[in-house]
């Protein structure tokens, strides 16, 4: 195990927003990175006693194979690599990363391939991995996996709670499964972090907080369904941002910080980065590597949770391509690009997402008359809150793993779940139904086995021969097909005119 050490490095801080954010859009705390010091540290009681869920052992923290031989790691690629992100995580150069096998800058490099890289960054700290990919985003090993069921079991306050959510009064079990559904997070890892903060899943505490129950405490997000929202969006946070190498260096609110272990995994750092917003350093690693961690909790509920992911990681193959699809509107109709790659989601998700609007002068917020079409053969999985999501199947009817994510469809009309598609086959009509919106659109964004996609190199957005390539800022992108070229523009103007 490599020594413990607290090390100064700067934060690289970025800041995401996004056009969906459900219900009232509260700022973006979980940017404001370290938390404001003029806020009071939050103590939160953690559970002391554990619950019996399960009689396993205690599951030993994994050490990341990473060695250093003549002043270069020896780094072994792992599920969701590319060459430059791991290039951003080890402060190198992507040239200055070799391998005996091929390494393609715009692909995803094949889990288990060794690479060696240069040590630019001298020792780190923190190396054990604490968690799988799959245990953070919602895998396909959660998908059998019984909320209601598990929390009413479990007995606690969670059980007989109930929250008013927009229009609707949900239950504790319907809350927790549609942040974990929309978020894209394991739900068996929201309801740790419930039972951590709050002992709600198994307990009855006597003083109960409805409206700081994980002990955030932020006027924009009280009560249980908004701070399950944050944990969920810090959570994505660093997961993604890792993912993606838009960081290195954890900040604590007290301003101490540490240089991430470049060799974790993504959901590793994912925890690191939740306990470091809620925590500071000592309590920080108190809580996720001492003798009464955050992870013996989730053991003793859940199991052993590198056993569940065996059966789906690694979750990325390094020849995982792409699917064809097409714009998801009639061929012959004008629609407008009107949002640029930003966040599938919201913010700490990746910037895959794209926005489109038709062109029938009809009411700035209106229904349209015009219909959404699938963009690829496959069942619809959700069709719910005006979300559609649709998974893929290939010529045998066999899941691929790729999802089609659309947002603002509106109620009427809108496809059963349950449905199969064909290629162009209707799903619904464009609206400003379900989260923000400030006209009438669809927001299509992919995912693939339970994790959100960006629009890089590795698996780029491709709609009918249009790829969509990043702007400077969200929401500022162009298509390009050839020598044509779309830049979006909020207000449809005529460069962001579309034809299939």
């Not at 490099?109 to 001298?122: E, F, R, W, Y």
């Not at 199991?303 to 569940?308: H, I, L, R, V």
């Not at 990325?316 to 790659?341: D, I, M, Q, R």
Request: with cysteine; proline share 6%; charged share 15%.
């Amino acid at each position: 195990m490599k020594k413990r050490l607290i090390v100064s490095i700067s934060l690289l801080v970025i800041i995401i927003s996004g056009c969906n954010f459900p219900f009232p859009k509260p700022r973006d705390y979980a940017s404001e990175i370290p938390f404001p010091t003029s806020r009071p540290f939050q103590t939160q009681t953690v559970v002391t006693s554990i619950p019996n869920k399960s009689t396993n052992s205690y599951i030993a923290l994994i050490q990341t194979p990473l060695t250093i031989n003549n002043g270069s790691y020896h780094y072994y690629a792992q599920s969701g690599d590319t060459l430059s992100a791991v290039a951003k995580r080890f402060s190198v150069e992507p040239y200055q990363i070799a391998s005996e096998l091929p390494l393609d800058p715009n692909k995803m490099i094949t889990p288990g391939q060794l690479l060696k890289i240069p040590n630019a960054i001298g020792e780190t700290y923190f190396s054990e991995k604490l968690i799988p990919d799959s245990e953070v985003i919602f895998s396909p090993s959660a998908d059998d996996f019984d909320i209601q069921g598990y929390i009413l079991e479990s007995g606690g306050y969670l059980a007989q709670f109930q929250q008013q959510v927009g229009t609707e009064l949900l239950s504790g079990a319907e809350i927790v499964q549609r942040v974990a559904t929309n978020t894209s997070v394991n739900p068996r890892l929201l309801l740790a972090v419930i039972e951590y903060r709050s002992h709600w899943v198994t307990g009855l505490p006597s003083n109960i907080d409805t409206i700081s129950p994980l002990g955030f405490s932020y006027s924009d997000y009280q009560g249980f369904y908004l701070e399950c929202s944050l944990a969920a969006k810090l959570l994505n946070k660093g997961y993604y941002g890792w993912r993606e190498g838009q960081f290195t260096t954890l900040v604590f609110f007290n301003g101490q910080n540490i240089r991430v272990s470049p060799d974790l995994n993504a959901g590793s750092v994912a925890l690191q980065y939740f306990f470091a917003q809620i925590y500071p350093q000592s309590a920080w690693e108190a809580n996720l590597y001492g003798p009464d961690n955050f992870l013996l909790l989730y053991q003793q509920l859940f199991g052993n949770y590198w056993q569940w992911a065996e059966s789906v990681e690694p979750i990325f193959a390094g020849n995982l391509e792409s699917p064809k699809l097409e714009l998801p509107f009639t061929p012959g109709e004008e629609w407008a690009l009107t949002g640029g790659l930003h966040v599938d989601w919201n913010s700490g998700t990746p910037s895959g997402a794209l926005d489109f609007a038709p062109l029938t002068g009809e009411s700035r917020c209106s229904t349209s008359r015009a219909w959404v079409l699938s963009a690829a053969p496959g069942v619809v999985v959700r069709s719910s809150n005006n979300i559609v999501v649709i998974a893929l199947e290939d010529e045998q009817r066999i899941m691929t793993g790729w999802q089609l994510f659309y947002m603002h469809i509106a109620t009427q009309d809108s496809i059963a779940q349950g449905t199969r598609v064909n290629l162009d086959d209707p799903i619904g009509h464009p609206s400003c139904e379900g989260g923000l919106a400030t006209g009438t659109h669809v927001h299509f964004a992919r995912k693939y086995k339970g994790e959100w996609i960006g629009a890089g190199d590795a698996l780029p957005m491709i709609l009918s021969g249009w790829v969509a390539l990043p702007g400077e800022k969200q929401f500022q992108t162009s298509l390009v097909k050839g020598a044509q070229i779309v830049t979006a523009s909020q207000n449809a103007g005529s460069n962001s005119r579309i034809f299939r």
